[in-house]
Structure formats: C-alpha cells, structure tokens
C-alpha cells in the first residue's frame, strides 16, 4: 500500500499542470458517459456514476461539463459510443501492469497498448495474466500534516475502513469497495482534505525498483497514461518517494 500512496502523491502533483488538465477532463468526460449510459443519470441511484463525478469535480471538471456529459450519454445530446476494455502485461524488471480503457474502436487500441509496453521494455499479456495479484480497494491518501492519527483513526474506522497506515509523511485509509464512499464522505465532513480518494487494485505483492528499471517502468505508466483512450493504470510498482519524483521528473 505504500508504494500506491507514494505514486498517487506524486501522480496527483503532476496532474494539476496545465499541460495534463486538458487530457484528464477529457478521460472523466468519457468515464461519466459510459457510468450513465450503462446505469442511468442519477448519480444518487448509479454508484458507478457517482464515483465518475466524484473523480470529475476532484480534477475540477466544470459542473456544466459534468452535466453536458450526462445528456450526452442519455441521448439528450449526440455522442460517441464507447465500450470498456481491460489489457494486461508486464512492465521492466518484472512489474505486473493492469491499463483499464474506454475505446470507440478495439482494433485501433489494442494495437497502440502494445505498441507502448514494447517500446518502454514491457510485454502486453493474456487476460488474466496479472489481475490475481490485485484487488479493489477504496484508498483514500492524505497529508499526516493535515489531521492527527487518533483522530483519523476514529473517523475512519467508525465509518467502516478497514485500516489506517502511515508512510513517508501520508495517511493511507484503505477500505472495501461497498465502504468506500461511506468512509470518503466521513473524512470530508471532519473537514479533512485528501491528496487523493479512488476506487483502484491494490496489489497484493510490490517489486521494488530503482535506476533505469525505475525510470523506464515510469516512462511505460506515464505513456500509458498519455493515451486518449486509457482510463487508468495500476502497477505493483515500489520505490522511495524521492526516486519516483526524480523518476517523474
């Protein structure tokens, strides 16, 4: 876990640069259309929905934006059609890679996925071949500046977390998925500001990295990432913080 929280720390730093915003409200724009599409307009009644716009306003996606996505995905509005898509792999030195996507056309994605895990050293796998080395979990990363640890530990556990730990100057709450927003919505109400909150696949085991290996698996996530039709990846990528920043760059 607390290699997850370092990478979403620095992952969350880098998103705020003007040069990513564009792209990561593009991504939420389409995860919202396809969470509407599938179960309807009320976030209220659709969890997947309320998850998208959670993660939407976090990335401060305009709320008439939100909204305009909703119509589209109802038929209020025209819009594209977009499935979803699971890709499997390895990284270097050994690092299992999950990329979840949301394409209009597989026949143009599928290429491209494995066109990047080549390119940066990795091998795009079968389906299945890494995802038993993970599991959904509801994490929750906040700065130990911004709230003591009896007080976290209250919070989060009487609202069903599953356990709270400390690592390089971060909380990490970590609960099941059916406890996630329930968890979420308690800390926000305290008052407490997370570094980040998602429903991601913790990996059960990391592989430790450091040098080139680091900086190539991070270039791999990073190009990965930069793809249009990519929603999100997860690795069982570790290392110190210091290292992933200069790794990031």
Same mark, same amino acid.
């Given at each position: ?14 998103? $705020? ?5 564009? $792209?990561?409200?593009? $991504?939420?724009?389409? %995860? ?22 959670? *993660? ?24 594209? %059609?977009? *499935?979803? =898509? ?11 890679? /999950?990329? &979840? ?10 290429? *491209? ?21 993970? *599991?959904?979990?509801? =994490?929750?990363? /906040? ?41 979420? &919505?308690? /800390? ?42 990519? %929603? $999100? =990846?997860?690795?069982?990528? &570790? ?11």
């Amino acid at each position: 876990m607390a290699g997850h929280s370092r990478w979403a720390n620095i992952r969350h730093k880098k998103a $705020k640069s003007d040069a990513r915003r564009g $792209k990561i409200w593009s $991504k939420c724009v389409r %995860q919202i259309m396809v969470a509407a599409r599938l179960g309807g307009p009320d976030p209220a009644a659709n969890l997947t929905l309320r998850f998208a716009v959670d *993660e939407a306003k976090a990335a401060n996606v305009p709320k008439d934006t939100i909204e305009r996505a909703i119509k589209k995905a109802t038929g209020e509005l025209q819009a594209e %059609q977009y *499935e979803a =898509v699971r890709y499997e792999g390895y990284g270097p030195g050994g690092v299992a890679v /999950i990329v &979840d996507a949301l394409t209009d056309n597989r026949t143009r994605t599928a290429p *491209e996925m494995r066109q990047i895990f080549t390119k940066y050293g990795g091998n795009l796998g079968a389906t299945g071949c890494v995802a038993y080395l993970f *599991e959904q979990k509801g =994490v929750i990363v /906040i700065e130990q500046s911004a709230v003591d640890e009896e007080k976290l530990m209250t919070i989060a556990l009487e609202a069903g977390a599953e356990d709270v730990s400390a690592d390089e100057g971060l909380w990490t709450v970590s609960t099941a998925p059916a406890d996630y927003l329930g968890v979420k &919505d308690a /800390i926000a109400r305290a008052g407490i500001e997370p570094v980040s909150a998602e429903l991601t696949m913790v990996p059960s085991t990391y592989v430790m990295l450091t040098g080139e290996l680091l900086q190539r698996t991070v270039k791999l996530i990073e190009a990965l990432e930069d793809n249009d039709d990519v %929603q $999100k =990846v997860y690795t069982n990528m &570790d290392a110190s913080t210091a290292d992933l920043a200069a790794a990031a760059g």
